[in-house]
């Protein structure tokens, strides 16, 4: 299985999220509480961010960066106010933020060429970001945190190379400052998540190495997290977990070859949002789904036109009361061939057999190419 380091810098974890969108676990992102408000999310065949309602109303493009640069893994501030974002912006991976409704982009820190700033995920007092930093032209990774302002860079994980070489990955903060994060390759682990202090001491493994989990976020209360399993297969399913490692419970079970990724709960815990390609034969695009916390009550969300969707993140945002437009509407371009209107052109579109190639469907390779 081709690790990490043989993608080069921008390692097998930042060239899934962006080719595909076919992050292996959930990100830097924490939920805290409050009222279920927006929710914000990314597309891969735009590269573009957006937020909308949880019913899928009032639907809103925030980015509109050119093309071949991408926007991706949002995670809102715990007041609701701003968005964190990994972008390829300037060359090298970045952290941004912006303004919820798009506006003041501001570049977080940029500070020595070639190492790469992935999946940033505010602290509960909201002036740090805890993030994946990347090396150059090597592809291993550690947890660092940094202030918004740019100062302040602390390592929270060291770089594991050589003989003993091991990843970490999608950090995601607690309300209470623990930090929950999957950790690939260790001791021949292929997956596993991992939780540790807000400093980074205490790292421990929580999950069983046969699920081959990777991180999802906190609940609001702090006692739980949402994950995923089989982060480097396919038939990827919903799974809540403490922090302690007991009380383990899967909520979805798609049929294989599908998968559910990217889980997400709502302020108010009682919701959750995920990412599926449940509806595509061929596995190549993703819709936005929600249930309930115990996994029942089960339905899609509609987003326009936009078939990549990726990276939800539940936050307090108000929602927004207009009728919102459609993909379609904000003039989100295609960022590649795998665009939305190539999608749509060559139909792409749900079916009732799965498989796993088609005129839609890279995911399969990717999934190989990720030993999945």
Known sequence: MPTPRRLGRFSLLAALALVAGLLLGAPATATYPGPNGRIAFDDFSTGQLYSMNPDGTALRQLTDLVEGSFAFQPDWSPDGRRIAFSSNLGGDFRLYTINRDGSDQRLVFDDQPGYG???????????????????????????????????????????????????????????????????????????????????????????????????????????????????????????????????????????????????????????????????????????????????????????GDLTGVSNPDWGSAPRDSGSGATAAATGARPRSAAGSATIAARGCAPGPEPRLTGPCGTRAGLHRLAGR
Request: glycine content about 12%; overall charge neutral.
């Open 117 to 303: 700033d992935l999946f940033p995920g505010y602290t509960p007092d909201g002036r740090r970001l805890v993030f994946q930093r990347c090396l150059p032209d090597d592809g291993v990774c550690a947890l660092y945190s940094v202030g918004l302002g740019g100062g302040g860079l602390r390592a929270l994980t060291q770089f594991k190379t050589g003989a003993n070489e091991a990843n970490d990955f999608w950090p995601t903060v607690a309300p209470d400052g623990r930090i929950a994060f999957g950790r690939f390759g260790a001791g021949g682990i292929t997956s596993q998540v991992y939780v540790m202090g807000a400093t980074g001491a205490g790292a421990h493994p929580i999950t069983p190495p046969a699920l081959l989990a990777v991180p999802g976020e906190w609940t609001p209360d702090s006692r739980q997290l949402v994950i995923h399993s089989n982060g480097f297969r396919l038939n990827s399913a919903i799974y809540r977990v403490r922090p302690d490692g007991t009380g383990l419970r899967q909520l979805t079970r798609p049929s294989f070859p599908h998968n559910d990724l990217l889980p997400s709960p709502s302020p108010a815990d009682d919701r959750v949002v995920f990412v599926s390609d449940r509806r595509y034969p061929d596995i190549c695009c993703n819709d936005l789904y929600v249930m309930r916390s115990d996994g029942s009550g089960l339905h899609r969300v509609p987003t």
